[in-house]
């Protein structure tokens, strides 16, 4: 079954170090979508990317943090210098086109920060 | 304040039938989508429904827009306790999906 894979699934962290979280799309999907939930609240976008591109990072806090999909290989989500606050799910979808189109979610990476 | 809106929490009995609404505020959004969250799993979609739609029914599951008032509901009948689950509402108006915190189903035996 080739559906969204994010991994890992639980990541652990210090203060002040990085995260790097990983999305492989369904095959053959070239957009995908991070979203970010935080605890009891509902998801939040963060960024739409496309193969090599940025399309909308309206939802990306300007420092920090960091995505790409490269033409090869999976979306990366990179988040710098870690705080507590950055603790949550992160959710990864992919469509195989961009707008009104149906969004498979992988099962999330729950960062913690310790 | 949001753009999406629900409700947090509904209790109901099995068997019963579950009402669960959703408010939201672009009506340039092609298609709305119910998404279920079961606990420590991703996301799955539940059902959608095209905007010029106003009711849409499979098996167990009926979704009502009523677009004038950008109100939309998931009618889930006969409960089960594998229905208990966070049921997230979205609308999608332009590159990304906007949803709303989510409502918390429970279903008691």
């Known amino acids: 079954n080739a559906g969204v894979m994010q991994n890992p699934r639980h990541l652990v962290r210090r203060r002040g170090q990085e995260a790097r979280l990983r999305c492989s799309p369904v095959?053959?999907?070239?957009?995908v979508y991070w979203y970010r939930q935080l605890p009891e609240e509902g998801l939040k976008f963060m960024v739409y990317?496309?193969?090599?591109?940025?399309?909308?990072e309206s939802g990306m806090p300007k420092e920090r943090f960091s995505a790409e999909f490269p033409k090869e290989g999976p979306s990366i989500l990179r988040i710098q210098q870690v705080v507590r606050g950055d603790s949550a799910a992160y959710f990864c979808?992919?469509?195989?086109?961009?707008?009104?189109?149906?969004?498979?979610f992988g099962q999330g990476t729950r960062l913690t920060v310790v | 304040g949001e753009d999406v809106e629900q409700s947090l929490f509904l209790s109901v009995r099995e068997g019963d039938s579950s009402v669960i609404n959703c408010t939201y505020t672009?009506?340039?959004?092609?298609?709305l989508y119910w998404y279920k969250q079961e606990p420590g799993a991703g996301l799955q979609l539940l059902t959608y429904i095209f905007s010029n739609m106003d009711m849409k029914q499979d098996q167990r599951l009926t979704v009502l827009l009523n677009k004038k008032d950008k109100h939309l509901s998931l009618r889930i009948a006969d409960t089960q306790t594998g229905d208990s689950a966070i049921y997230f509402c979205?609308?999608?108006?332009?590159?990304?999906?906007?949803f709303g915190a989510g409502t918390r189903l429970t279903v008691k035996p």
């Open positions: 095959k053959g999907h070239s957009h």
């Open positions: 672009d009506s340039s959004s092609t298609y």
């Open positions: 979205a609308e999608s108006p332009n590159n990304d999906m906007r």
């Open positions: 979808a992919s469509s195989p086109q961009g707008g009104d189109t149906e969004a498979f």
């Open positions: 990317l496309q193969k090599e591109n940025i399309i909308d």
